[in-house]
Structures are given as structure tokens and as C-alpha cells.
């Protein structure tokens, strides 16, 4: 296989093609224009058969330096909570280019912050002098320039001795 690209050519060669092995190649293109990808198979005289190439996938194309749409990289599970806990806090962790804005809604209203519930810098959910009230699903949304992600997490509340359904 060869790539021509702003940076030269690019080259793999297939050492037994009796073996059908996985490849994986990165290709540094380095341009920020249009251009073309070709594959070429050869087959020498003496092979008798087909040649297929399938399986051909492009993963993170977009060129460095553009935005790219918020991604989920850790949410926290859903969490139960008793009367005995004081503090909870809930992990959405994101990224994008450019970063996400992210806010959280509690039982689909938007969450006031105060001196009781705290985004944190990374955009986790900090909640103390829990209760009752704090019961319900939560989600985090982001939001940037390319699109939004969502995620919900349910956290319920129980007092210790009460009979559970």
C-alpha cells in the first residue's frame, strides 16, 4: 500500500500475503484541502484468485486545531443514598475542541449553584446536606460550537429503617 500525501509517500508492505492479518496504519496528511486516498492491490502472475480490500474505516479525520463535537469520557453510575450521607458528587466528564460548556439539570429543570450544590472545574456535580429532595435523575449536557452530548444518572434516597419496595 502507498500513500501520497503533502509529506511524501507512504509505504506498507505485506511480508506474508497468505496470512490474513489485521492492519492498521495512520497516515499524517497534513493538509487541510481536499484529497484523494487510493488503494491498489497487486497480485503476481503466479496467484490465481481474488484480492479484496474491505474493512476500510477513517477515524478521527477532522484536522487538528478544528472543533469537534463534545465527547463522553466518564459519567458516574447511578447512586443510592441514605440518611446517613452528607455529601454526594457526580463525575460527567467531557472533551471536544472546543471545550463544552456543560450544565446539569435536576428532574429536567436547570440547577441554580449555590453554596449547597457546586459545578467543579472539571464539570462534576457537588451536593451536600443531602435529603429527600436530591432524589430524582439528574444529566449533564455539553454543549459546544459543533453539537451536544447528554447523559442522565438516577440517584435515589432512602432512610435507613424504612421498608424498601
Known sequence: VTVNSTRGNWEQEIINPNVADWLKMSVPLGALADFTVGLVGVRGA??????????????????????????????????????????????????????????????????????????????SLWVNHVGSYDSGTYMCVGINQVSSVNATIQVSFFRLGDPIF
Open 46 to 123: 503466479s496467484y490465481t484468485g481474488d484480492i479484496a480490500i474491505d474493512d476500510t474505516m477513517f477515524v478521527d479525520c477532522a484536522p487538528s486545531g478544528y472543533p469537534t463535537p463534545p465527547k463522553l469520557l466518564n459519567v458516574s453510575s447511578d447512586i443510592v443514598l441514605t440518611d446517613t450521607d452528607h455529601e454526594f458528587r457526580l463525575d460527567c466528564l467531557m472533551s471536544g475542541n472546543l471545550a463544552p460548556t456543560i450544565t446539569w439539570l435536576h428532574k429536567g429543570l436547570p440547577i441554580a449553584f449555590d453554596s449547597r450544590r457546586m459545578l467543579l472545574l472539571n464539570g
